[in-house]
């Protein structure tokens, strides 16, 4: 086997090659043949690995195993917002956050915008179906996801990906990883780097140069790569070039630009003038590669530069903050582990004292401008993080790996806010507004071999700090507007630090069978789910109770009047009182039966009574018309066997309530007129049941007064 491009094989000793796996992907770097089955192959390549049975006649490509490398990465404001990021040869792409598909996050949920070796792809705020994505050397498109257009606006339309020549032959000099960057200020003004900076304001369709060459320029280091057999010139290798660019946000026409051979350049006019800063870094490599520049979002002038020196040989991380649009700076990497080096630092769009840092191997924060930093993988393996970003609205924090796709930490109001609770022994955060996503139930019977992400889970993250473990489970009581109980959650996992416990956003469920059936509606737990409005959430930890709001939207796809999620709630909450009735006389006739059988056994060696037959005969005649009363009329007989018997009460009103509760709609009319009849139907199993305990039950208990009596428990009082 030889690998490059194409995979080749030759069966005659390397005299003659056939090209193999045509249809995986190329770019092969790594291969593995079973020693003790030589058909038996593994192909390591820019597109995964992928596995031959056959001596590589035929492929297999694994695509459930997370290995994407993403170059950058970039997020919308969409709800739920979408993920944008390029990958390494596998093009640019779009997917979801969120799915709102139970199955998760499949591949066919994201979308790709354009081929090559994918860099950035920029949503337009406001305009997202229409997004600017790249490719190598500054290859620049303008994609329009509802058309599924895809407009090459690349300010210099001259073959510079895999260009084949000396970028020295060019007029302009664009890197392999090429920034886009759009204004803050203006949604229609793009930025893009080569040597110089490109700015256009109507979309690709027409650009101006606003700076000089902003590189060194050095012809040295622009000469063609590759020997006398083959040139190498893919546009990997073209220096002096523009690889990062940000505008304030704070103040309009102040942008920066960072470049692949040290300079770091700023104008504060749009680009009429413009100021190399990289003098006043003390400590600043030669020639360093600035690979990221992120201008902060709290103060016009401050703005963040991460170095990568390891090309050098230079594995120490290079990280610096200027607070006057780049007159002076300091280090900010004293705190990281000297071994790693820094990819990306980004600030906290809420909390201008939190950083991040995206290195080699991880991801740090620190909570005082970068002067002390604190590793916060948790489970995110220790692999390159090229990219990250805050999404302002929903405060996650979204990274893009190099080696193990994307990944989002959920909600960082904890991190945000850490330094108004270590103090106390016990604090609360601010509860994200929950939304009440109805999630599609999409039959995905696909195998094993599917890939699924997962969602988000569903419902409202309650984050509290604890100083000390609890001493005890953590209780957390949900109450709805009119300040009624509505749910209890009992954890036993928190522990000194930051914990999050999820509500579901339902309330409690029926009352629990005492011997739940197999199969079917198995012991009442199935809980109806609240309606938008304000719930109040209080945990008991420590001896102490925290208080806190939380805010249920309803989704915001569905049409529902607040009378319709009244109706709904309505309907849902008689079914699940219905459903408590009807697993109370399940379990009170299981419970006297059990009681009867008891007494008989027991009558056996009693001399007085245990020989009268007809009290024996009652007995069994009670116990016979219970059972025949619960498997007729209550619930299927064990063992349940589902749609091979007939439903009963139960499984009626479990039916329906899952019917009307699963649907974001208001219950019909039919399900509303069902709802009423069974409510009659329970009234007349209670009527029903009350008539055997009274008179055969009742006569039992008056017949054996010197012995324990059946015990029958009385209906529970609904709570107000």
């Not at 401050?302 to 903050?321: G, L, S």
């Amino acid at each position: 086997f030889t690998l490059s491009g194409r995979l080749s094989k030759s069966t005659d000793g390397g005299r003659t090659f056939k090209v193999i796996a045509r249809d995986v992907h190329g770019d092969h770097q790594s291969l593995w043949i079973n020693p003790k089955n030589g058909k038996h192959v593994l192909s390591g390549s820019d597109g995964g690995y992928q596995v031959s049975y056959d001596g590589g006649e035929t492929w297999d490509i694994i695509n459930n195993v997370e290995l994407s490398q993403f170059y950058q990465i970039l997020v919308d404001d969409k709800v739920p917002y979408n993920v944008y990021g390029g990958l390494q040869d596998n093009g640019t792409w779009v997917g979801p956050s969120n799915s709102l598909v139970e199955a998760g996050i499949m591949k066919r949920h994201w979308t790709g915008l354009a081929g090559g070796d994918g860099y950035y792809a920029v949503p337009i705020p406001g305009q997202e179906h229409e997004i600017y994505a790249n490719l190598q050397g500054g290859v620049i498109f303008h994609v329009d996801t509802k058309l599924g257009n895809v407009r090459n606006i690349h300010p210099y339309p001259k073959i510079t990906g895999s260009a084949g020549d000396a970028i020295d032959q060019h007029k302009y000099r664009f890197n392999w990883d090429s920034p886009i960057h759009i204004s803050p200020h203006d949604p229609n003004t793009v930025y893009t780097g080569g040597n110089v900076i490109f700015r256009s304001r109507d979309k690709g369709y027409n650009w101006e140069e606003i700076s000089p060459d902003l590189t060194t320029n050095d012809k040295s280091k622009q000469i063609s790569s590759g020997g006398e057999i083959y040139q190498d010139n893919t546009a990997a290798e073209f220096h002096c070039t523009v690889v990062t660019i940000a505008e304030s946000p704070k103040q309009k026409d102040v942008i920066w630009a960072g470049t692949d051979d040290g300079n770091i350049q700023i104008t504060r006019d749009g680009g009429k003038t413009w100021a190399n800063v990289k003098n006043n870094i003390k400590g600043l490599p030669a020639f360093a590669w600035v690979g990221k520049i992120h201008a902060s979002e709290h103060d016009a002038g401050t703005a963040f530069v991460a170095v990568d020196q390891h090309r050098m040989d230079d594995f120490t991380p290079h990280a610096y903050m200027t607070t006057d649009y780049g007159k002076t700076w300091s280090t900010i990497s004293g705190g990281l582990p000297q071994d790693d080096y820094v990819k990306v630092v980004r600030q906290d769009p809420h909390n201008p004292n939190l950083l991040f840092a995206g290195m080699e191997h991880g991801i740090f924060a620190s909570w005082d401008k970068g002067k002390s930093w604190t590793k916060i993988n948790v489970n995110l393996p220790p692999v390159s993080v090229r990219d990250l970003r805050v999404q302002a609205r929903e405060r996650d924090l979204v990274i893009g790996t190099h080696g193990r796709g994307a990944w989002i930490l959920d909600d960082i109001r904890p991190l945000e806010e850490m330094g108004s609770a270590t103090s106390k022994a016990a604090h609360v955060f601010p509860v994200r507004d929950a939304i009440l996503w109805h999630y599609h139930d999409q039959v995905e019977n696909l195998g094993d071999r599917t890939y699924r992400a997962k969602n988000p889970e569903f419902g409202a993250y309650i984050n509290f700090y604890l100083q000390k473990d609890p001493t005890g489970p953590v209780e957390v009581s949900i109450l709805d507007n009119a300040g009624k109980h509505i749910q209890t959650i009992k954890d036993t996992l928190s522990k000194a630090g930051i914990n999050r416990i999820v509500w579901n956003l339902r309330s409690k469920g029926a009352l629990a069978l005492d011997n739940p059936p197999r199969g079917g509606w198995r012991s009442g737990s199935y809980n109806p789910m609240v309606i938008p409005g304000m719930y109040t959430a209080k945990i008991k930890v420590n001896e102490q109770e925290l208080t806190t709001s939380i805010l249920v939207k309803p989704d915001p796809r569905a049409k529902l009047s607040d009378q319709d999620y009244r109706m709904k709630l309505e309907t849902t909450n008689k079914l699940n009182d219905l459903l408590s009735k009807t697993n109370e006389m399940i379990n009170n006739s299981e419970s006297v039966v059990k009681q009867l059988k008891q007494l008989k056994e027991k009558l056996k060696s009693d001399q007085e009574i245990g020989s009268d037959k007809a009290l024996n005969g009652e007995i069994d005649q009670a116990i016979k018309k219970l059972q025949n009363f619960t498997d007729d009329v209550l619930r299927r007989p064990p063992p349940n066997m589902n749609y091979r018997q007939r439903p009963r009460l139960r499984e009626e009103i479990g039916s329906l309530m899952y019917a009307v509760d699963g649907a974001t709609a208001r219950p019909s009319t039919q399900q509303s007129n069902r709802s009423v009849e069974l409510d009659r139907e329970a009234g007349e199993a209670a009527s029903q049941l009350e008539r055997i305990l009274s008179d055969d039950v009742q006569k039992i208990n008056d017949k054996v007064k010197n012995m324990p009596q059946i015990v029958v428990k009385k209906p529970a009082q609904k709570e107000m």
